[in-house]
């Protein structure tokens, strides 16, 4: 054994004698040694030391609050007073029935698309584009599966490990796990009402980028204003920092309409444009677009074919029908009425219980009202002791890391009902909470 191993032969010995002792081979007198009987069933019935493997790839687990968020949103007895999400009951089921409808003599075939996805669809986005003053030719388009792919393709494929990616302080939470995952380093840029301060970006711009949600932004609900969005641009191009705007929200105005997209000043293929029907009609279509120069395009739909041959095929089918057939028009005039009645519910509701706590801003559109603390608040103790009240939390630190004193409040996806118990509730809670 020594010989052909090329190991020494004490070492042999030792490695014997351990195995048997282990019980893992079996010495017979003047038999010689063999593995013994039970060993192949013991190696058989003992799985690997999974733990070993589980944390080895690129994502770093979700913070914890995050985790207990992901699983108790599916139990029916908690309010989610911060869930990013429609409300069930204004899901269009009627509408969805018909298109579903339609569909089977539409689709020539469920096969797979192309790397960019399906051309009708690209095609109606072309025109959706048109109308928020975005110039954006179907070559110009690729489907992807939500916009958190797109984000992820973005950083996988266009990203140097070590690069900064500048964003909003606070921002999209997934935003910050998919940058910190693919190994980027992360420079959260402070705001004020009209957006982010863009002039507090000094570190190295070189091998950059900037993410940013201008409208109805995530978690604050604010709007950058025009002459933000102009200057931010300026900036941006004068200094060859490429920008991700996402626009989740766009579609989702209240009052009045917010300023065309960042994406409409760009002449010259600088900014990456991030659109999804996510917000306004179903998230679980997985359905969302990237705009940007060709060559980024392609090479998003090429790493695309790899990561998972493209996007739902069913589901590009129905939202170009449902696009085309007037549909998600007439349902978004639906969408708002009833988000704008829900805003103004919560509003109203936080000027009776939350006068003397908290301070918030008043969102144009989008889900989300950012509430401050006027008192330094224990957040683990609120979120725990909301939980105790049946009341799920989105805690302020999960979309700013150094921020331990706000919540994001969501009026699009609990019921009207529920606000008004569940609201005076958290104050109470709340109260309770403050530090001495
Ligand atoms: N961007 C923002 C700002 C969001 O809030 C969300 C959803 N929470 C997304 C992107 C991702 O949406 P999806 O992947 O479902 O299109």
């Not at 030792?14 to 048997?20: D, K, Q, R, S, Y």
């Not at 081979?25 to 003047?30: A, D, F, K, V």
């Not at 095929?313 to 057939?325: I, K, N, P």
Request: with cysteine; glycine share 8%; net charge neutral.
């Amino acid at each position: 054994l020594s010989e052909i191993f090329q190991v020494n032969r004490s070492t042999i010995v030792t490695a014997v004698e351990e195995l048997t002792a282990y019980g893992l081979l079996e010495s017979e007198h003047g038999g010689g040694t063999k593995i013994a009987s039970n060993t192949w069933s013991l190696f058989l019935s003992t799985p690997p030391d999974w733990n070993k493997y589980i944390h080895s790839g690129p994502f770093k687990s979700n913070m914890q609050t995050i985790q207990i968020i992901n699983k108790l949103e599916f139990e029916d007895k908690y309010i989610r007073l911060g869930t990013g999400e429609l409300c069930p009951d204004l899901f269009p089921h009627e509408l969805m029935n018909k298109v579903f409808k339609k569909l089977p003599s539409k689709i020539p075939s469920l096969n797979y698309l192309g790397p960019l996805g399906l051309p009708e669809l690209r095609r109606s986005l072309t025109e959706r584009m048109a109308l928020k003053g975005i110039e954006a030719p179907d070559s110009s388009i690729v489907i992807t599966s939500g916009s958190l792919q797109g984000l992820q393709l973005l950083s996988v494929c266009m990203l140097k490990p070590g690069s900064t990616v500048f964003t909003e302080a606070p921002t999209y939470l997934k935003s910050l796990q998919v940058f910190q995952s693919a190994g980027m380093h992360l420079s959260g840029i402070p705001m004020d009402k009209n957006g982010i301060l863009y002039w507090q970006i000094n570190k190295e711009i070189s091998q950059s980028l900037l993410y940013t949600i201008p409208t109805h932004h995530n978690p604050t609900g604010l709007i950058m204003s025009e002459e933000r969005r102009k200057e931010l641009f300026h900036f941006c191009s004068g200094n060859r920092l490429p920008v991700i705007e996402d626009d989740a929200y766009g579609d989702l105005w209240l009052d009045k309409m917010p300023p065309k997209p960042i994406k409409s000043l760009d002449k010259n293929g600088m900014i990456l444009y991030l659109g999804t029907v996510s917000k306004t009609l179903a998230p679980g279509l997985r359905i969302g677009w990237l705009v940007g120069p060709e060559s980024v395009v392609y090479r998003i739909g090429d790493v695309k074919m790899q990561v998972d041959y493209g996007a739902s095929s069913v589901s590009q089918w129905a939202l170009t029908e449902f696009f085309d057939s007037g549909y998600y028009d007439d349902y978004l005039i639906f969408l708002r009425k009833e988000l704008k009645a829900r805003r103004d519910l919560v509003l109203s509701l936080l000027g009776k219980y939350f006068k003397d706590l908290a301070d918030w801003n008043v969102p144009e559109g989008g889900f989300y009202i950012w509430l401050r603390f006027k008192k330094p608040v224990l957040m683990d103790k609120l979120f725990q002791m909301a939980l105790e009240n049946n009341i799920l939390l989105n805690p302020g630190n999960i979309y700013d890391f150094s921020d331990n004193n706000a919540l994001r409040l969501s009026y699009a996806y609990a019921r009207p009902e529920d606000f008004s118990t569940s609201l005076k509730t958290l104050s109470e809670v709340v109260v309770r909470c403050q530090k001495k």
